[in-house]
């Protein structure tokens, strides 16, 4: 009788606790208490959010629009070939194995046009393209027929079907970078007996007018500095693979970095099938 007695004072206290009709207590309290708990929560968070939002606000006025405040890069850039290929392996009588290069070398000069350079400015040779205090920045030409044999102008097929193949060499863009000295592309063939090559511009130069590069909002009509390289294959290294290392050198960019091989280097190889 006892046990029995207890469930209904239970469910009785259990009911009282949810709501108390005689002191108007919701879960053990009264409306003006949950307002007050209710009122302090909003000003708490509030507070919390503005804070919040305040400390945003002050970050966002130390950062610069074109420039990033922190860069992961490396003060070397880096080097890259196009085609873009560990292997350029092709056969020189079928044009099916090498138009995906060649249409690369073209797609990749669709910016250089004549037409389109003729736009820009004509700059100082030899001298850095300062221009820090210039809202807008302008845009140092560099013409596509200025690489000649390697334009993609003459030869529509970039030497590939003379087996003569041409590559294009470029600096991965570091915003501010300014290379000291006279930079230049050389590249060598891993072998016993030199590999001759042709530069384009001649003796494979970067001219420092085209530095520095000012970010992609500051900077965004901004082209880089080509180097194209033509191999001269002859009979007897048809049918080899040649492995081709180059480099950028005469200025103090790194180039011989042995924890990172993409460090102002790049190494491809070639095999031309007659």
């Not at 797609?107 to 809202?135: A, F, K, M, R, W």
């Not at 033509?230 to 007897?236: C, D, G, I, Y």
Request: include cysteine; aromatic fraction near 12%; proline fraction near 7%.
């Amino acid at each position: 009788e006892t046990n029995a007695e207890q469930k209904p004072e239970e469910k009785e206290a259990l009911g009282d606790f949810i709501y108390n009709p005689r002191t108007g207590e919701f879960l053990g309290r009264t409306a003006s208490s949950w307002g007050l708990i209710f009122l302090f929560y909003l000003i708490f968070y509030g507070v919390l959010t503005g804070m919040f939002i305040l400390t945003i606000w002050v970050m966002l006025q130390t950062l610069d629009d074109a420039v990033p405040r922190h860069q992961d890069r490396l003060a070397s850039p880096g080097l890259v070939v196009r085609p873009h290929a560990v292997e350029i392996s092709y056969n020189r009588s079928d044009p099916t194995n090498y138009n995906p290069y060649v249409q690369q070398l073209h797609d990749l000069l669709q910016q250089y046009n004549d037409s389109i350079q003729e736009g820009n400015d004509l700059c100082l040779v030899g001298e850095y393209t300062d221009q820090d205090d210039q809202p807008k920045k302008k845009v140092c030409q560099f013409k596509r027929s200025n690489l000649r044999q390697c334009s993609g102008l003459p030869d529509a097929s970039f030497g590939y079907a003379e087996g003569q193949p041409c590559v294009i060499i470029k600096l991965n863009r570091v915003i501010g970078l300014k290379p000291e000295g006279d930079p230049y592309i050389n590249c060598t063939a891993k072998r016993n007996t030199p590999l001759q090559m042709i530069y384009f511009p001649p003796e494979g130069r970067l001219d420092k007018m085209f530095f520095p590069y000012y970010g992609k909002i500051a900077h965004p009509d901004y082209v880089q500095p080509l180097v194209a390289v033509k191999l001269l294959l002859t009979k007897e290294d048809y049918n080899v693979e040649q492995t081709v290392e180059c480099k950028v050198e005469g200025s103090n960019l790194r180039n011989s970095d042995e924890r990172d091989k993409y460090l102002g280097r790049v190494t491809f190889r070639v095999k031309v099938f007659q």
